[in-house]
């Protein structure tokens, strides 16, 4: 039954298509599949609406709404040169409101604003009526004659009591563009006393104050606007910030947390609680306010930032995978590839160490500090000439470089190479910093290596308990030099204490406790 009625259809459209048309008809059915044509390209976006409009005109030359049309897709393509030889529709005896808004926009468009606004008047004088028409007048007189788009919208606030408000709020605008503070602030109240829950209103006449730096009477409209139950996350941020600005840091956090229970990815209130927990020692809050800002995954300090409160959690894992995860992410940014090798030096992953660092003093050969860890890296890997080649470097910069003097001392001591040049940086180091633990142990591994056991005795002995059973490495000093003086009950002590942390520590305690 289906096919039958659709196999009729198709009888009786056939019979209706090959009915013969008068001349007249076919004009008229041609000039509709020509209009069909244009609003199919307007409807895409197809750049061929304007050769279809000028196809249509020539056929109809007596179209106003046709060269119109024109006139606005000329504007509307950004190329109004191309809407003059249809713009004879404005010769006509009495142009509409229609007419003189194409023709404004056009002027607009070659920046005849005076032009355009003395057409946009006659068209809103033809039709009073059109609040779009009067809003794209008031608009452009904005731009070119404030003072009398101020007349305007006060006639238009008289003739509209519902939109006076809205009305009050664009005047006050126009007046904190010129910083006529005082204005502005006047018709920010007017709107007020229209409407007294307009939020635009109270966030103008607070922006007035905070720009005239009354803060107390912007903490008032903006506590108005809290009342009323328009706080947003920027509102209460500005609270929050003005808190801050006196010093009221419980108030400043109370108005924080409300930012963040709005928009717990907001910038500034992540850094002030964030910053806060730090201070309060609370490094996991730290953590979670850090990681929630909206501009965490894009800002590569913010990484090393929850790297540090890692640290302070003594989280050693979870900081070097975090700081691995930033160097993956932004691998050219020298302080994150910079704290990424110092944790992976203390991780003892000194080969991805010395990769890194490599990096940085190619791109930053300036980077000391980045170049000192690269020497220790390469210390830790036996690389001592490419170790040498920076230590060389450093100390060709700064020949009073304490650090860089220790580390070529102790690799030269721990080679048992070169002991006077060895003596000589430690003693230089120590001119410098002669209270330094690190490079008096140095000192003290030098004279071992030379048998001098009684100076090393001195030095090693002097040291505090405390800093002895922190630094593993002075442990194994003091087990060698026991060692050597034939002392092994108290050379196994300090061995003991070493052994989990020094190689050579395990090793020499597995020798003597046999």
Not at 104 to 117: I, R
Not at 213 to 219: A, D, N, P
Not at 293 to 316: C, G, I
């Amino acid at each position: 039954m289906k096919q039958t009625v659709l196999w009729v259809s198709f009888i009786f459209l056939g019979a209706c298509t090959t009915l013969p048309l008068s001349q007249e008809a076919k004009e008229e059915a041609s000039l509709l599949s020509d209009y069909a044509a244009v609003a199919y390209a307007q409807r895409t976006s197809d750049e061929s609406q304007w050769d279809a409009l000028e196809k249509l005109v020539e056929r109809v030359p007596q179209s106003v709404y046709l060269r119109q049309r024109l006139v606005a897709q000329a504007v509307a393509d950004g190329t109004p040169e191309k809407a003059q030889p249809y713009l004879d529709f404005m010769e006509q005896e009495e142009p509409s409101a229609q007419d003189y808004q194409v023709y404004a926009s056009y002027q607009a468009a070659v920046k005849d604003y005076q032009g355009a606004a003395s057409s946009y008047e006659k068209a809103v004088t033809k039709d009073p009526d059109n609040d779009e028409l009067l809003y794209r007048y008031i608009t452009l007189l904005a731009g070119i004659d404030v003072d009398k788009a101020i007349e305007k919208m006060e006639q238009l606030a008289a003739q509209n009591p519902p939109s006076a408000a809205d009305i009050y709020v664009e005047i006050a605008r126009l007046y904190a563009r010129r910083k006529n503070w005082d204005q502005s602030l006047a018709y920010f109240k007017k709107a007020l006393e229209k409407d007294p829950d307009h939020l635009n209103a109270r966030l103008g006449c607070a922006g007035v104050y905070e720009i005239n730096f009354k803060y107390f009477l912007m903490m008032h409209e903006l506590e108005e606007v809290e009342k009323r139950g328009y706080a947003t996350a920027e509102i209460y941020n500005r609270m929050a910030s003005f808190y801050v600005l006196v010093k009221d840091m419980k108030k400043a956090e109370e108005y924080f947390l409300k930012t963040y229970a709005k928009d717990p990815t907001d910038p500034t209130a992540c850094y002030f609680l964030a910053s806060l927990a730090e201070y309060n020692q609370q490094y996991d809050k730290a953590i979670e306010y850090t990681k929630s800002s909206a501009d965490y995954p894009v800002t590569a300090s913010k990484w090393v930032q929850v790297a540090f409160y890692q640290e302070k959690l003594q989280q050693s894992d979870e900081m070097l995978h975090t700081l691995q995860a930033a160097y993956e992410r932004f691998e050219d940014n020298v302080e994150v590839s910079y704290f990424y090798a110092l944790a992976l030096n203390d991780h003892k992953d000194y080969t991805t160490a010395a990769r890194v660092l490599s990096k940085i003093v190619q791109r930053s050969p300036e980077y000391d500090e980045a170049r000192m860890h690269y020497a220790y890296a390469l210390e830790n890997l036996k690389k001592y000439k490419e170790e040498e080649e920076q230590l060389n470097i450093l100390l060709e910069r700064n020949a009073q470089n304490a650090p860089a003097l220790n580390l070529y001392a102790y690799s030269l001591a721990q080679r048992n190479e070169r002991l006077g040049e060895a003596q000589e940086y430690i003693t230089r180091a120590l001119a410098v910093s002669p209270d330094d633990y690190a490079f008096l142990d140095t000192q003290a591994w030098i004279w071992i290596r030379q048998g001098k056991w009684e100076e090393a005795d001195e030095l090693l002995s002097s040291m505090p308990l405390p800093v002895v059973q922190r630094n593993a490495e002075i442990a194994y000093h003091l087990g060698v030099l026991r060692h050597h003086q034939g002392k092994q009950e108290e050379a196994l002590h300090y061995l003991q204490m070493a052994k989990d942390e020094w190689p050579a520590a395990a090793k020499l305690f597995q020798q003597l406790n046999r």
